[in-house]
């Protein structure tokens, strides 16, 4: 058994050397794709959960998109529509214990239930201890910022929704109204300069209070359907597979204002990676959890494919931006859960993911089932 004396100066040895990375801004960021999760997977697909647990293991911020409404126990609201998506707080439960500790609620489906149940996610996410940011009881608290205390300082996160048929004027915070923190982008691709400056604003306040700052934004404008006759049930909708260039304009202002990292999910797909002034800008990570109930092939194979995104920070500086592959299930109960891509399956998807970046000069270097950006 250790001595007193021993573990007393090995506990002050840990505390000065958190402390001194703490100092640096020295800081680990794992990024997925959105989570359209309904029903908890630990029961169900226990061995997707138990390698979730390894590879989020070990960083400061772990975030997704928490595409879903919570109804707790004993919640009285009402679905919006018979395709309202929504679960129960084990999924909650479930997230926590994969390693998750930072969400956006900012999406089309956070009005699902309504503004009672808008509310009731937030009180249910925050009851099991995440912190959290993209809807609220106004616009102010809805664009507000969340902050997490990790050791390489507070981190955080301002979260969007722009676009969707399901984000109705109804479901948009307001002045006294609760809802979800719109960005509405007009035809011409100009964005409505009322929701752009209190975006903007929300980034600034929150960069003077954090170190770190992730901007997330959940797009669905798609664009118009058009092409060829495709597989029955397909998407139309073919220019999601291409980044708008008002985006692209759009996160590189929200750097400028202060955001450290921007990431966007909506369409199910991979999008390019840039690193904009030293910051990385990840324009789409598709899927992580995908428990839709609509048809395997609406929006064809690359919703079933998606990526980890590592991010580190050292001394405050962009230090490393490295890429897992993942793949979802597509067969019974287990349909959505993320796993580790291999072999053929992860090469595609980082060949692909290079082919898409590199529009923005930047350069993946692919080796085995992972890849790396590599930084100038």
Request: aromatic share 6%; glycine share 10%.
């Amino acid at each position: 058994m250790a001595s007193p004396r021993f573990t007393a100066v090995l506990f002050l040895a840990t505390a000065l050397a958190a402390a001194a990375q703490s100092d640096r801004g020295d800081l680990r960021v794992l990024l997925v794709g959105q989570a359209l999760v309904k029903k908890d997977l630990r029961p169900v697909v226990p061995e997707s959960v138990a390698q979730a647990k390894t590879y989020l293991a070990g960083a400061d911020v772990v975030f997704t998109n928490l595409e879903t409404a919570i109804a707790p126990v004993g919640f009285a609201g009402k679905p919006r529509s018979e395709t309202a998506v929504y679960g129960s707080p084990d999924v909650l439960d479930c997230l926590k214990a994969m390693g998750f500790n930072l969400l956006s609620l900012a999406n089309n489906h956070a009005f699902d239930l309504l503004e009672s149940g808008l509310l009731a996610t937030r009180s249910e996410v925050a009851r099991v201890g995440f912190a959290h940011a993209g809807t609220g009881a106004n616009a102010d608290q809805a664009a507000g910022a969340a902050l997490l205390d990790t050791r390489g300082g507070k981190v955080a996160l301002v979260a969007m929704a722009s676009g969707g048929a399901q984000l109705t004027p109804e479901t948009r915070a307001g002045p006294g109204k609760a809802g979800v923190n719109f960005l509405e982008v007009k035809p011409d691709g100009s964005l409505n300069p009322e929701h752009r400056e209190l975006i903007l604003h929300a980034v600034r306040e929150a960069a003077a209070k954090a170190r770190t700052v992730i901007v997330y934004q959940h797009n669905h404008y798609w664009g118009d359907p058009r092409g060829v006759d495709g597989p029955p049930g397909r998407e139309r909708r073919i220019d999601r597979f291409d980044t708008p260039a008002w985006m692209e304009k759009w996160a590189r202002q929200l750097v400028d204002a202060g955001a450290t990292l921007f990431v966007a999910h909506g369409n199910p797909a991979l999008h390019g990676i840039e690193i904009y002034r030293g910051r990385p800008i990840l324009y789409g990570l598709g899927n992580y959890i995908f428990q839709s109930a609509g048809s395997l092939d609406r929006y064809g194979p690359l919703t079933w494919q998606s990526a980890l995104v590592d991010v580190t920070f050292a001394d405050g500086r962009l230090s490393g931006v490295r890429i897992k592959p993942l793949v979802l299930a597509m067969e019974g109960e287990a349909r959505g859960a993320p796993f580790l891509a291999q072999g053929g399956e992860a090469a595609a998807i980082l060949g692909r993911l290079a082919d898409l970046s590199r529009r923005y000069g930047t350069e993946l270097r692919i080796a085995e089932d992972s890849a790396e950006v590599v930084l100038q």
